[in-house]
């Protein structure tokens, strides 16, 4: 079980550092292509000796339809589960000229104003309410930031979003910052209140990790992790759903086997030791043998997004209970 | 080109495209607008300096001429000026749209130069999202790869490129140089290396060639090199006066007035062809059947209208002229194709029927693409080759009439 529990720890590190991969090769981005290429061929050679239970060459993205259906099993999951959390809510979009047609999504989800605590002085949002010009506010100015350095913590209100993206195919995370009176938190502050593993990486990947783009519904700036990565992800962790199936109540599976070669290697990394805090993902030792690969797949798709959650939501400080998945089994 | 029979269309011969490729695609890159950029006043510390003129690349982003414009206005510009933006009749301009694509989308009718006011100061953070370091590039990166998943179900290809590349492409794609662009580009496309028709190879190919590709649960394309879906984002804008006339029209005070989304058009089933199929896809509730029509004269004014590009247009550059000729070329082949017997007469007239359908439908808006009103018969796949920006995006600008409330039947949904 601890080995397993170190594996699935890995397991989340390696999608973030997936989700981070920067348009920059590196060197340890090489030897993760290398072992995920490994993964993929192993896997296709144990897949190639069972027979009638392949389940095809599904590719890790989601149609409109089928986003919509696992965002309101998320929806009715989570408040079954989590009455005392905020709520994660379905928006219907306001019908316009290009979302008439019926293959395209109709909404998304929405988690609204959660609180987060953050150590952080807010300088730089007080500082903009003022004119760099104005030389009459500079002992008010100065006031501010005395009384900022006295430590308080300050509370920010985060949104969090979840769009279908048209082009991959994939659920994707926006998410916005305010101050409690309203005014919207900056890059640095955003930054500044990842979790410390997160920070690092979107250090390195900027551009490739968590940017800010153009809410693909309300057409304002939203910070956003970036999607490319997340349909191999979920390809992946398919697999080796898949291969539960295969085992009757064999809890760990080859393919976690083979992460755990790579957390051999990925313990160099430094961000390692901030993932090691974090809450386990605790996962069920039943297995449901299924009948046919139809059957599991629609079975999959509809926990889509509740798996997708458990690595994309960490990612960002967003804290996903492990009741959800025990349950949801 | 004759207008209400049921005409039978076939592609164009690959040899033509080879010609009609290299020509439009140059017009393409070189393709530019003249900007007359003012100071905004409150960013004027001494006395008022001249506007300054430019020629801006269509397929470029505003933010890449801060350069130059910090340049002209060096005397007058406040010494805490801040991040560059621009604004058009008030309208903060989104850095990331392409700089033509703006153009066409918010300027209704004719005017050059292209009357712009720069800011040093007071960004707009709540419209516009931050555009430091070297934003521009990384927007144009990672288009490039959405363009790419779009296209073949992954990103490998971008993401193994090289770091020589790197530079490299993101120097072309400013500097405008097509061939330099070219000879990276095609490193970039899995089994791609003849340069061949990919729409044509993906259409004729049997299921049997890739089993893998056929698979039910393989939506996002495949690694085999043939393009499943086209990589499109379209601009929709809404006027209160007749098309006919858009001078009359309202400025756009606010993005909420626009929609613009990306929509991928998917090619499996071969039932999009033409410009007029993935319009149908796109905003199926701009188009009506003839027969409602009621006025003669209308249906006869709309014809008229996208037979013949407007004569403002034409002297934006040799864009329009280039590409309108590839336009009529491509539609005279098609019809002298009717009446030759080639291999893939067959293949084409079994794709004809479902496509047949919409020639009933009349196009009640404006499509603009790359400044020019492309017909609407013109192959999707060649726009695809040749009409679209660095990034493998095709624009679509459509600028649509304001239903009246006094027709509720034709209300949109």
């Excluded at chain 1, 993929?40 to 989601?62: H, Q, V, Y």
């Excluded at chain 1, 104003?113 to 300088?123: A, P």
């Excluded at chain 2, 058009?88 to 703006?102: A, E, M, N, R, S």
């Excluded at chain 2, 020589?164 to 970039?188: H, M, N, P, S």
């Amino acid at each position: 079980m601890d080995k397993l529990i170190a594996a699935v720890d890995h397991l989340v590190f390696l999608i973030s550092v997936c989700f981070a991969r920067s348009w920059d090769f590196t060197s340890w981005a090489d030897e993760l292509s290398n072992l995920l290429g490994n993964i993929s061929i192993r896997f296709w050679e144990n897949c190639s000796s069972i027979r009638c239970m392949a389940p095809g060459t599904w590719d890790g993205t989601l149609t409109a339809e089928e986003f919509e259906r696992a965002a309101l099993h998320l929806v009715s999951t989570w408040e079954r589960c989590c009455p005392d959390l905020p709520q994660w809510t379905w928006q219907t979009s306001t019908k316009t000229v290009l979302s008439s047609t019926s293959d395209h999504a109709c909404g998304y989800l929405v988690l609204q104003d959660v609180r987060v605590s953050s150590d952080q002085k807010d300088d730089m949002e007080k500082l903009d309410a003022y004119d760099d010009d104005d030389d009459g506010d500079d002992v008010e100015d100065h006031a501010t930031m005395y009384v900022g350095s006295l430590g308080v913590n300050e509370q920010h209100l985060y949104t969090y979003h979840v769009v279908y993206n048209e082009s991959y195919r994939v659920p994707m995370l926006f998410l916005q910052g305010r101050l409690q009176d309203g005014r919207p938190l900056q890059w640095d502050s955003v930054l500044r209140d990842l979790p410390v593993g997160s920070q690092h990486v979107s250090d390195q990947s900027r551009w490739t990790f968590l940017t800010q783009e153009d809410h693909p519904l309300l057409h304002r700036p939203w910070f956003a992790l970036h999607p490319c990565g997340t349909s191999e992800i979920m390809r992946l962790v398919f697999s080796d759903f898949f291969l539960q199936g295969k085992k009757d109540n064999v809890f760990v599976s080859e393919q976690l086997e083979e992460l755990s070669d790579i957390s051999a290697v990925l313990e160099k990394q430094d961000t390692c030791e901030s993932l090691s805090g974090r809450e386990k993902i605790t996962i069920s030792d039943r297995s449901v043998k299924w009948d046919n690969s139809e059957e599991r797949l629609a079975s999959w798709i509809e926990k889509y997004i509740l798996t997708w959650m458990s690595f994309a939501c960490p990612a960002v400080g967003v804290a996903i209970p492990s009741r959800l998945y025990i349950e949801s089994k | 080109m004759v207008r209400g029979g049921k005409e039978r269309r076939k592609k164009v011969e690959e040899v033509d495209f080879g010609v009609i490729t290299g020509e439009a695609r140059k017009q393409v890159w070189s393709g530019a607008v003249p900007l007359q950029l003012h100071l905004h006043p409150s960013e004027i510390t001494a006395s008022p300096a001249p506007p300054f003129l430019i020629l801006a690349p269509r397929n470029g982003y505003l933010p890449l001429l801060e350069t130059d414009i910090r340049h002209h206005f060096a005397r007058v510009i406040p010494s805490n000026s801040d991040s560059i933006w621009f604004d058009y009749q008030g309208l903060p301009l989104k850095w990331h749209i392409p700089t033509g694509v703006l153009y066409d989308l918010l300027v209704a009718e004719f005017e050059r130069p292209w009357n712009l006011t720069v800011h040093f100061r007071a960004y707009p953070t709540e419209v516009l999202t931050l555009c430091e370091d070297e934003a521009v590039k990384w927007n144009f990166v990672n288009a490039l790869k959405e363009a790419s998943y779009v296209m073949y179900g992954n990103t490998k290809s971008i993401m193994n490129m090289s770091q020589l590349d790197q530079v490299e492409l993101w120097r072309c794609v400013i500097k405008g140089e097509l061939e330099g662009y070219d000879r990276i580009a095609a490193r970039l496309r899995p089994g791609f290396g003849g340069g061949g028709n990919w729409v044509r190879d993906f259409l004729l190919s049997s299921p049997s060639d890739d089993g893998v590709s056929s698979g039910p649960l393989l939506r996002a394309g495949s690694d085999s090199g043939r393009p499943s879906r086209v990589p499109v984002r379209v601009y929709v804008r809404t006027v209160d006066c007749d098309l006919d006339d858009l001078l009359d029209a309202a400025p756009v005070l606010s993005w909420d007035e626009v929609v613009y989304t990306t929509r991928p058009i998917d090619l499996r089933g071969g039932n999009i062809l033409t410009v007029r199929d993935a319009l149908l896809k796109m905003v199926p509730h701009l188009f009506s059947p003839t027969e409602a029509m009621e006025k003669p004269s209308t249906v006869s004014k709309e014809s008229s209208q996208f037979e013949r590009p407007k004569p403002e247009l034409e002297t934006e550059g040799t864009i329009d002229e280039g590409v309108v000729q590839a336009s009529t070329d491509a539609s005279t082949k098609a019809v002298e194709d009717v009446t030759s017997s080639s291999p893939t007469e067959t293949v084409g007239a079994g794709r004809v029927s479902p496509v047949a359908e919409s020639d009933e439908l009349e196009f009640e808006g404006i499509i603009r693409i790359q400044g020019i009103e492309p017909s609407l018969d013109l192959p999707l796949e060649w726009v695809a080759r040749n009409l679209c920006g660095p990034e493998n995006f095709i624009h679509f600008i459509v600028i649509s009439r304001r239903l009246a409330p006094q027709l509720p039947s034709r209300a949109i949904d």
